[in-house]
């Protein structure tokens, strides 16, 4: 079967797939990585500082997801399951080489922000751009603003699952979104100039 007929939304084709992967076949892992290659390297791009980090976080994300495939349920979406592994092994890898500082220094102040509300959000809505450039934005967020930013923005866990899977405080992670909205506009400020009213 050649990768791009590939139809992850299929059953029949994910169950073919996955047992092969159960059973260590090479041609069903190949299959499932290139299938899968674009996306969740797009997915790793918004977590990682440049492109060699994030081939880095794919690389060790698909080796988790071989590790986990016998768990896989066939219930929900295939690509949505394999995402979660990469994005976990991706946070983990990230704390692991201790990167993450979450700005927990005035919580107090920010807990009362709506995230739909904010100046920073709305000025965020009006900008269009490709996705190469919003993910270079992205990228230069610190590792913390980044992983929380793309957590609840674009991968849309709340900010107690964030709390729970970054071991911070839901104060922290609501702070932590925001002054990455505010780094993310004052970023394409920089970059491109005043945002349009």
């Known amino acids: 079967m050649k990768t791009e007929n590939m139809d992850l939304s299929n059953q029949d084709t994910v169950k073919m797939i996955v047992e092969g992967c159960i059973r260590g076949d090479r041609d069903s892992q190949q299959l499932l990585y ?3 290659y674009g996306k969740m390297l797009g997915t790793c791009m918004r977590y990682a500082s440049n492109t060699d980090e ?15 495939i016998k768990y896989f349920k066939h219930t ?4 949505g399951w394999i995402r979660r592994i990469i994005v976990n092994n991706t946070i983990d890898s990230i704390r692991k080489k201790n990167r993450m500082y979450f700005n927990t220094g005035d919580d107090y102040s920010l807990l009362n922000i709506t995230d739909d509300n904010t100046k920073e959000t709305e000025d965020l809505n009006k900008i269009t751009l490709s996705a190469a ?19 609840y923005i674009i991968e ?8 729970a899977m ?9 702070s932590n979104l925001a002054k990455a909205k505010i780094n993310l506009r ?10 349009d009213e």
């Open 34 to 36: 290139k299938a899968t």
């Open 54 to 68: 994030a081939k880095d976080f794919l690389h060790d994300g698909f080796i988790k997801v071989f590790e986990k």
């Open 76 to 79: 929900g979406s295939f690509e």
């Open 133 to 151: 450039r919003l993910i270079e934005l992205i990228q230069d967020l610190t590792p913390a603003y980044r992983t929380v930013f793309n957590l």
């Open 156 to 163: 849309d866990y709340s900010h107690k699952e964030i709390a």
């Open 166 to 174: 970054l071991s911070i405080s839901i104060g922290t992670s609501k």
């Open 186 to 195: 004052k970023l394409y400020i920089d970059k491109y100039g005043e945002i």
